[in-house]
């Protein structure tokens, strides 16, 4: 089975002004085709997120008109506005809606269900994309709007502003893209406000970003995120954040976004694979925005020097949101219109400055998380994810069923490049339920093609192995396949075990449920409300990869050695030194340090191409 979906990278995509051009063409076909009598152009099987939706149609028809002229659409365009103006702005509470600060207020909102107490909770980022799709218009539509439209706009976005900010509480959701792009409408609409006026609008925005967003930034992996609906990073919704924060920057010129989203960008860019795979999240743990990412990481990719265009997106939704017959929908339109007005092109070659927390090259890459361990690994264009053994979740050497990967003290990390390779030295004390402290010492060398993992541990009783993964998915084309093989080979005997019990917390790689599925299903909450990484943290085992020791190791340790993505022998021998360990390959030789390292403490790492 294929996982629906991570499609083709977001950079692959045409993005020159000509194929702009043709998409909005297709566009304006669609939209005058369905255009009702009344103005309505949402899709016509819309029934949630559709507040904003016929208003973000008419803003595309509003920047086609700007770029072509084409003399069918400013009455196409009036009549969608009006429909808007007339049918889709409500001014009653709507009942049930839990996060006013203000009742009967009168302000204008947009609802996520058009029915009164139909999920109401969706409203807020409803009015968000509302306020953002007005902005759109008054930028784009000025020629072909009459003033008293144009007037009634501008009052109802004002009105947008004020409901978002002042008449409920700010980003309910926890929902960092939301947030943000309730800034960035801010910051739009002031520039369509009489002067004084705006500079309010534009100083609360700013505020709510120092306050609300930027204050309450969360830490993982070396970077503060914007948090996102309770976690600090979805591989859905960052890079939507991603692009809110290009936006920001783009009206605003303030360096703190710019700031911020060079920040979101490194640490995007360090989590996704060469392939473009990424995994885990708050919200969705495997679905992937299309369009609504590219501004971003075009922007903020063209600013780090890396290719984040190879982010595996959703190319379903690759242009703009579509309806599950593949047709036109208006949700998020404000994003298509931003990134064919932006003129920033891809950039396309990876950033070789060394990451802590990613070892990349060539089409292997790992991603490790905030304690360094893998998170991730890809070789050969196949993906693995931790395993999980008695409710412990890494890669790591185990004995008697306890995993060696969670430090008790400081993780030293030294990077090293040398004669075409790659290396990364990570040293971890740990303590095992012997009480004993004990140093791991875990090597990755890579050649670009093939990945060698060599971890070094201080001798352990009974019979360890290592936790060498989880094989889950590989590439296919522009999809991404389901699996449970593995192109691995290990110094030491090599076993490919799956789950001996039933039950949803007992992952088999054969069975065809996904990542996301048994996450949500060990969540607290219903999917699409719960967290599916907390979910997939209550996994007690699940389909492994475990290496037995490799034969030749000296004596007062255990070595294991694997190597990812190419078939034939492994056979390293070992050499025990006052220098450190030396491990020799067919391909390279390494020394790594003693545990207690230099004078600083910090590890010593040697490597050369044999």
């Not at 409901?163 to 980003?171: G, H, K, Q, V």
Request: with cysteine.
């Amino acid at each position: 089975m294929h996982l629906p979906r991570q499609l083709g990278p977001l950079h692959d995509l045409p993005d020159t002004p000509e194929a702009y051009d043709a998409v909005l063409a297709d566009v304006v076909e669609q939209a005058l085709a369905r255009l009702t009598p009344e103005g309505n152009l949402e899709h016509p099987d819309c029934v949630d997120d559709v507040g904003d939706t016929s208003l973000g149609v008419t803003s595309l028809l509003a920047l086609a008109w700007q770029r072509t002229q084409d003399p069918r659409l400013p009455e196409a365009v009036g009549r969608g506005l009006r429909f808007h103006l007339r049918e889709r702005v409500f001014t009653q509470d709507n009942p049930g809606y839990p996060n006013l600060r203000r009742r009967g207020s009168g302000l204008p909102y947009a609802r996520y269900v058009l029915e009164d107490g139909a999920h109401p909770i969706g409203d807020w980022p409803s009015t968000v994309w509302a306020l953002l799709q007005a902005v759109n218009i008054l930028g784009t539509a000025d020629p072909i709007v009459p003033d008293e439209d144009r007037r009634e706009l501008v009052e109802l976005a004002h009105g947008y502003w004020i409901w978002l900010t002042d008449a409920t509480f700010f980003n309910p959701q926890e929902a960092g893209n939301q947030a943000i792009g309730c800034v960035v409408g801010g910051l739009m609409l002031a520039g369509h406000l009489p002067t004084e006026e705006g500079e309010s609008v534009r100083a609360r925005a700013m505020s709510l970003y120092a306050d609300e967003i930027r204050a309450r930034r969360v830490r993982d992996r070396g970077a503060l995120l914007p948090p996102e609906h309770g976690g600090a990073y979805d591989n859905n919704y960052g890079p939507i954040s991603l692009s809110f924060l290009a936006q920001a920057h783009k009206v605003s010129g303030d360096p703190v976004f710019a700031e911020d989203g060079d920040a979101l960008a490194r640490y995007l860019d360090a989590r996704l694979t060469v392939g473009g795979f990424d995994i885990g999240g708050p919200r969705y743990s495997e679905q992937h925005s299309g369009f609504e990412a590219v501004l971003g990481l075009r922007h903020f990719g063209r600013r780090i020097g890396a290719d984040l265009g190879r982010y595996r997106g959703d190319t379903r939704w690759g242009r703009h949101a579509v309806g599950p017959d593949g047709a036109l929908d208006g949700h998020f339109a404000f994003m298509l219109v931003w990134q064919i007005q932006d003129a920033t092109r891809w950039h396309r070659t990876p950033s070789r400055n060394p990451v802590r927390h990613q070892l990349r090259a060539g089409t292997v890459s790992v991603a490790f998380d905030q304690r360094m361990t893998p998170s991730l690994v890809e070789a050969a264009g196949t993906y693995y994810l931790p395993a999980a053994v008695n409710r412990q979740h890494g890669f790591g050497p185990v004995v008697d069923g306890f995993l060696l990967s969670r430090p008790m003290g400081e993780v030293r990390v030294r990077d090293l490049e040398s004669d075409g390779l790659s290396a990364k030295l990570v040293t971890k004390p740990v303590v095992g339920r012997d009480h004993v402290l004990r140093h791991v010492r875990s090597l990755y060398v890579t050649d670009g093609v093939s990945l060698w993992t060599t971890v070094a541990v201080e001798r352990l009783d009974g019979t360890p192995y290592l936790l060498a993964g989880l094989p889950y998915a590989t590439d296919d084309g522009d999809r991404v396949r389901r699996t449970a093989e593995a192109a691995v080979t290990s110094a030491g005997p090599l076993t490919l075990t799956h789950p001996r019990a039933d039950g949803v917390d007992h992952f088999d790689a054969r069975s065809e449920t996904t990542q996301e599925l048994a996450a949500f299903a060990l969540a607290a909450d219903p999917r699409g409300y719960g967290n599916p990484d907390e979910g997939w943290r209550h996994l007690v085992a699940s389909t492994a990869l475990e290496a037995g020791p490799a034969p030749g190791a000296p004596q007062d340790l255990h070595v294991f050695a694997v190597r990812y993505g190419s078939p034939g022998p492994l056979a390293p021998t070992f050499a025990d030194t006052p220098a450190g360990l030396t491990i020799r390959t067919e391909v390279f030789t390494a020394l790594i340090g003693n545990p207690a390292g230099d004078d600083r403490g910090e590890p010593a790492l040697e490597l050369r191409r044999r």
